[in-house]
Each structure stands twice: as structure tokens, then as C-alpha cells.
Nanobody, 121 residues
Framework: QVQLVESGGGLVQAGGSLRLSCAAS????????MAWFRQAPGKEREFVAR??????????YYADSVKGRFTISRDNDKNTVYLQMNSLKPEDTAVYYC????????????WGQGTQVTVSS
């Protein structure tokens, strides 16, 4: 059983930056896939970014809405994934969730509790 704990959310002005962290515990092997999702009020949860254990620790796959502004990275030794968010916009306001999976494809089996990110205009 993998436990995920997010941190780093908060309130920031438009154009500002935040860095989210997600620490995974409970497994001797770093999860194969780690990702960030977000859910804004009244909207469905959406994919933000993901990174695989076998990729370079700075290589990620991104939603078009955040490409060029967000960077996902991971430290496999620390079982931690990060999301550096720059040039934040009010539409980035959401609860951000960390997710992990031990498989190469399919649903994410493990989810964190979420961290609130609020971007003011």
C-alpha cells in the first residue's frame, strides 16, 4: 500500500510561482508512474503532468494547458515527485492531487489528499 502526501499549495498572485511536493511511502520500490491532477470547483478532475520512473528525472508529459509553464520532476531516491508551477494564472486555481501507479498503464491506484492552489488576479 502506497501513501502519498502532498505539500506546497497556497495563495499566489497571477504571474507568480509555487512548487508542490508529493512524498510516497509504504513501498520499497518507487512507483512506476507518478502524476499530478487537479480539480477546480464545479469541474471534473483533469490531468496535469506525469513522469515515469524510467524517464530522466526531469522528463515529463504535460497537458496542453500547462505546457511551458509547469515542470514535473522526481527524486527516485526520496520517492518524491515535484511540480514547479510558474507564470500561474487564475484558471490554475484548483485542488491539486498527486497520483501513483506501480503499473505501466491503466488507472492510478494511489491518490493523495490534495493541496489547494489559489491564484488571485
Amino acid at each position: 500500500q502506497v501513501q502519498l502526501v502532498e505539500s506546497g499549495g497556497g495563495l499566489v498572485q497571477a504571474g507568480g510561482s509555487l512548487r508542490l511536493s508529493c512524498a510516497a511511502s509504504g513501498s520499497t520500490v518507487s512507483p512506476y508512474r507518478m502524476a499530478w491532477f487537479r480539480q477546480a470547483p464545479g469541474k471534473e478532475r483533469e490531468f496535469v503532468a506525469r513522469i515515469n520512473r524510467s524517464w530522466s528525472t526531469m522528463s515529463g508529459y504535460y497537458a496542453d494547458s500547462v505546457k511551458g509553464r509547469f515542470t514535473i520532476s522526481r527524486d527516485n531516491d526520496k520517492n518524491t515527485v515535484y511540480l514547479q508551477m510558474n507564470s500561474l494564472k487564475p484558471e490554475d486555481t484548483a485542488v491539486y492531487y498527486c497520483a501513483a501507479a506501480s503499473t505501466t498503464a491503466g488507472a492510478y491506484a494511489y491518490w493523495g489528499q490534495g493541496t489547494q492552489v489559489t491564484v488571485s488576479s
